[in-house]
């Protein structure tokens, strides 16, 4: 093995001790350093200063976590469409014919929500 490997995997063991260690070592440190002084207040429900009167778990339709996971979905993926309008004249055709494949494939995924009956509300 090359030292050229061996150093790129000697800065990916490094950035995953990393990864791993300041997260835990923040943590443990927040631990000891935060006051802990348990009391049955504390662990009641904060209602805006009202005393809780009943569940405050309310239950709702899949069908809503479904449409706002569309709406993020086609939403993240239209600010793709910026950078390659900003850039299109150095592009060219290649890249024109790129973004048709992309938005012919964001319509299909689109058409297949809609025949799921995703996007229907109630």
């Known amino acids: 093995m090359s030292n050229i490997y ?3 995997y000697l800065i990916i063991f490094v950035f995953l001790c990393l990864g791993v260690l300041l ?3 923040a943590l443990t440190a927040g631990r ?3 006051p802990h002084v348990p009391d049955e207040m504390k662990a009641t ?3 805006s200063g009202n005393n809780p009167f009943h569940d405050s778990r309310v239950q709702f339709q899949v069908r ?3 449409f706002a996971l569309l709406f993020v979905i086609f939403d993240v993926e ?3 469409l910026y950078p390659w309008a900003v850039v299109y004249d150095q592009l060219g055709l290649f890249a024109l014919v790129e973004m048709i ?3 012919v494939l964001l319509a299909i ?3 297949y929500a809609w025949k799921k009956k995703v996007l229907r509300w109630m």
């Open 6 to 8: 061996a150093n790129s």
């Open 23 to 25: 997260p835990i070592g």
């Open 32 to 34: 000891w350093l935060r």
């Open 45 to 47: 429900t904060y209602e």
């Open 64 to 66: 809503y976590y479904l």
């Open 78 to 80: 239209t600010v793709f």
């Open 101 to 103: 494949i992309f938005i």
């Open 109 to 111: 995924g689109l058409i």
